[in-house]
């Protein structure tokens, strides 16, 4: 099940890594390098790349962090297994279907959840990590049963379905459909600059996990969340988040990148699969 070997992976970098590492930018590079050793391993590439995988290890800072990326790698292939099993098994009338997904999500949590986060082209591997990175950090973070999965080479599968115009406003109204359905009432957000950083970089996997000012992309995102919390100044707490699709690890002109390219022939295609995840804050002590 691809829900449990994300959780799998994401228990595994959380207890690899010292206790004293908290912050989500270690958190995330450790998990894409995990996931980018696995996929060069599964597709014969290792060899040609290992300057690249190389850089993106340095990027961590830290030894231990180098050789707890290189644990992870067998669980990443696990979670990379599963990803291509659930598109393999998807049936697009269903899990392709907004309607269908946001009344299945919110039979199980109405009336549970205080507000809803969308985050554009978050993939599992950042799943894995908001998961490790809330356990580190005073959260709870669940995994739910749904799996959305877009039809290939449909990456805007739900701005077809939920409105049209500017990235910000479609994603608005899938956010704003999920807190009607689950009772939330207007305290839903969304964050497309998760997928602007997939851009900007032109790609390249070091720039993207470097981000723009030396901040990494996952790490704005903790932020917004922490933000989110903050703001609304409710304890306990419970955010759904989610996405609208992944994004793909891809060889262009001999560089590794990332983001919507590559199709069947990616290095690593994660795309597709977008997860919910039900994160929790009961305590009311702020970090």
Known sequence: MLQEAVRSFGLKLDNLLHRGITDPKTFHIM???????ASLSLKGRRRLYEG???KVKDLT?????RIAATRLVPYASAVIEEVKREVKGASIAEEGSTAWVIRDVASSIKREVDGVFVIDAFSVIEFATLLATCRRNGFMCELRRQVFVNPPGKTDFVKRQVGKGQVRGWLRDYASKLAEEVECGRNYEV???FDEALHWTVGDVVCFLEGEGG???FELVWEQILNFFHRLDVVPFTLLVTSDHGYNIFEENGILSVGHGGGEHALLGL????LFAVLKKRSGVWL
Request: net charge negative; no cysteine.
């Open 31 to 37: 998990a894409f390098t995990a996931f980018l050793d």
């Open 52 to 54: 690249v995988l190389e």
């Open 61 to 65: 800072g830290h030894t231990g962090a």
């Open 191 to 193: 964050y497309p600059l």
């Open 215 to 217: 901040r990494n992309p």
């Open 271 to 274: 795309d597709r699969v977008a």
